[in-house]
């Protein structure tokens, strides 16, 4: 493998979270920094609700259409892969990328649910992994008291909580896990920490892998 462009290929880094544990607010400071540092960064959300798949996900969001639990799971996994290519395009080029919510949420949510769990993972498969996963934890009951609460139809408590035990048993060791209860300015520092290790070791020499 060629060495060199792994070593100074972009970092893919994810956010994960219930709903309301402040991701989206945490990533857009992220890349401030970052982009301040002059590093070459970009910020990305999934689900992108720009594309046609990303708009039929989003008026499912507001309620304002129903599919079946699979038909919506298979949409969001196809919103991931319709941006794969783009994705692997930046990274090697150098650009790290920031994304707020991937494959974990898709199996996360879809299997608080119900939905066999290896099933959720299977459409998954193949998009590119990660070199860091960091866990914004808030409790579902302390997230519920957050503003904007329950405009969409996952922000619900008692759904929160499966959500929140899914992604207990999806997380592993590698997790960075960071409590969203501390004030905005610690969850970014140690948000900084982690991202700004990662981009100096961990993701260093190591190819993109699937
Ligand atoms: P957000 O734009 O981050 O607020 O996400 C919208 C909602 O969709 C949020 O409740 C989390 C949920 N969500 C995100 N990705 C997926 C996914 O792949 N599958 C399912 N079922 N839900 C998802
Ligand atoms: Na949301
Ligand atoms: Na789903």
Known sequence: ENKESSSSRGALIVLEGLDRCGKT?????????????????????????????????????????????????????????????????KLKSGTTLIVDRYSYSGVA?????????????APEIGLLAPDLVVYLDISPEKA?????????????????KKVAGSYLSLRDSSWKVIDATLSIEDVEKKLREVVLDCMMTCHKGKPLSQ
């Not at 989003?58 to 919103?79: E, G, P, R, T």
């Not at 879809?110 to 066999?116: H, V």
């Not at 519920?144 to 929160?160: H, I, M, N, T, V």
């Open 109 to 121: 949510f879809s299997s608080a649910k119900g939905l066999d769990i290896e099933w959720c993972k």
């Open 25 to 89: 607010s945490q990533s857009g400071r992220l890349y401030k920094y970052l982009d301040e540092q002059g590093q070459s960064v970009e910020s990305w959300r999934f689900p992108d609700r720009n594309t046609g798949i990303g708009q039929m996900i989003s008026s499912y969001l507001a309620n304002k259409s129903q599919l079946d639990d699979h038909a919506i799971h298979l949409l969001f996994s196809a919103n991931r892969w319709e941006k794969r290519s783009l994705m692997e395009e």
């Open 144 to 160: 519920a008291e957050r503003g904007g609460y329950g405009d969409e139809r996952y922000e619900q408590l008692e759904f929160q």
